[in-house]
């Protein structure tokens, strides 16, 4: 494993917050109407990762603080690779079963420190393939912080049935945090304009097979993948259930408002009624052509059998129109579980953390300027402390008794992650599909066992290492079974 980096206790100022030239507020001042970054953000090498432990909940302001700190800290330098941000650093759940790729799942021969080809290009939930306005697919990667690894060797969670016998009332440690990263493939003028956190990757190639599109793990490419999109979920005091925060780059898709939209924080006029025709967006964004309509936005081509590859560009069509149905994570015409106080502490605390990145106190390094150009785009949690329990569905913003359990950003969707669900009701927060409740095997498979209902399911790193685990053990007795071994 590799050696987890230090922690450091979030300083108790957390709650004292200013902008970066003015004088600190007292924490008589501080509560939802003033969210800016804290004083404790002195520089950005001095920013810490935040400890769950000193975790306050008294706010939804804290919550995003807690958010934009993560953020920040996994993109500073990781200590054992240089230039490359934290994150990348970490395991990935194919390090923790000892495996190549989702696609075979064969067992690895051996460790290497080289980059591994990223294989996952289909969105959770609706196999939906996001294409880019240059006919090229976006790919996904996982992370797992130190504590996650930690946790699941401490219980022996990647065998699936050591898995079948846990408590189901056992939560993740605090501190646990999963991370999910979107990559958009560049040139190299796009790579060297510092406009975004680029790193040089290897990536399967796709083919078409049995009138579908699909990675071919024979084959692979090296490519410039810009960081488009950042889910962030961790555990903090109180909130078993995680964090769900995202963040993404401010020129990926126009917001959709009454009116169009030419900046990532535009104002953005309620809309009562949209209208399928309206204009979005007035200018090109990375997954958006000026002028489209918002009846063409965010259409899963995939599904629909329109998707064509040509194999040897590696191109597709035709691109996704993404639009962000949601600004902020938030229907703003819903007065209820203070969705207007979410929309606007996110709102106020990316301001202040864009002057606070932009000053020269803060020391950005110039290697990272590329930060300036991400933002949050909200989080969501338990309004109730400690109220994870197995089986929930959370299919709704209440618990059994009518009583609201889910707050922040209550229609909360990356579009880069989650692009083709942020108007289904189903799948329109992270909660829908992160859970509690039995899971079943993927594809329907008959000869996998269902996972039963614990609190564990709520990560889906730890939900698909069960399935793999048994997936992978089926293969080998198979094949054994075929060459006649016992």
């Not at 294409?131 to 976006?138: N, S, Y």
């Not at 090296?222 to 005091?237: P, Q, S, T």
């Amino acid at each position: 494993m590799k050696t987890p980096a230090a922690l450091a206790l979030l300083s108790s100022s957390l709650l004292t917050f200013s902008s970066p030239n003015s004088v600190a507020a007292s924490s008589d001042d501080f509560n939802d109407q003033h969210c800016q970054a804290p004083q404790s953000w002195q520089s950005f090498k001095s920013i810490t990762m935040p400890d769950g432990n000193d975790f306050n909940s008294s706010s939804n302001c804290e919550f995003h603080a807690w958010s934009w700190q993560m953020f920040m800290w996994l993109m500073q330098e990781d200590p054992h690779n240089s230039g490359q941000p934290r994150f990348l650093g970490f395991e990935t759940p194919y390090d923790l079963l000892g495996v190549e790729n989702r696609e075979s799942l064969l067992p690895r021969m051996a460790k290497s420190s080289d980059a591994k080809a990223l294989d996952e290009y289909l969105q959770a939930g609706t196999e939906g393939l996001l294409v880019d306005r240059q006919g090229k697919p976006v790919y996904y990667s996982q992370y797992l912080n130190p504590e996650f690894v930690d946790f699941i060797s401490e219980h022996d969670l990647t065998n699936y049935k050591s898995v079948q016998k846990i408590d189901p009332s056992l939560s993740f440690d605090i501190n646990v945090a999963e991370f999910k990263a979107s990559w958009k493939i560049v040139d190299a003028t796009t790579a060297n304009s510092g406009q975004y956190f680029v790193t040089r990757q290897p990536v399967y190639k796709l083919v078409n097979k049995g009138g579908q599109i699909v990675v071919d793990i024979t084959q692979q490419s090296n490519e410039y993948l810009a960081l488009v999109g950042f889910h962030i979920a961790g555990v903090v005091k109180g909130h078993p259930e995680m964090i769900w925060a995202t963040f993404e780059h401010k020129d990926n898709a126009p917001n959709v408002c009454s009116k169009p939209q030419n900046s990532y924080d535009d104002p953005c006029p309620v809309v009562q009624n949209i209208d399928p025709n309206q204009i979005v967006s007035e200018r090109d964004w990375t997954f958006y052509s000026a002028n489209t309509k918002y009846k063409e936005c965010n259409l899963n081509y995939s599904v629909s059998g329109r998707l064509t590859l040509d194999e040897k560009s590696q191109t597709l069509s035709p691109s996704t129109q993404v639009c962000r149905r949601y600004a902020w994570g938030n229907d703003a015409t819903q007065a209820t579980f203070k969705a207007p106080t979410n929309i606007r502490v996110v709102q106020q605390l990316n301001h202040s953390v864009d002057d606070l990145l932009a000053s020269k106190d803060f020391a950005l390094p110039q290697d990272r300027q590329w930060l300036k150009n991400y933002f949050e785009v909200s989080a969501i949690w338990f309004a109730q402390a400690n109220a994870l329990k197995p089986g929930q569905t959370l299919a709704t913003n209440v618990d059994d008794k009518g009583q609201q359990l889910l707050i922040g950003g209550l229609h909360l969707s990356n579009a880069t992650i989650e692009t083709f669900t942020q108007t289904q009701s189903t799948m329109d927060n992270c909660f829908r599909c992160h859970n509690s409740s039995q899971r079943f095997p993927p594809n329907g498979s008959h000869k996998l066992s269902p996972l039963k209902p614990t609190n564990l399911n709520i990560s889906h790193a730890f939900m698909n290492m069960y399935f793999w685990d048994q997936e992978m053990k089926q293969y080998v007795k198979e094949n054994l079974a075929k060459k006649g071994e016992k």
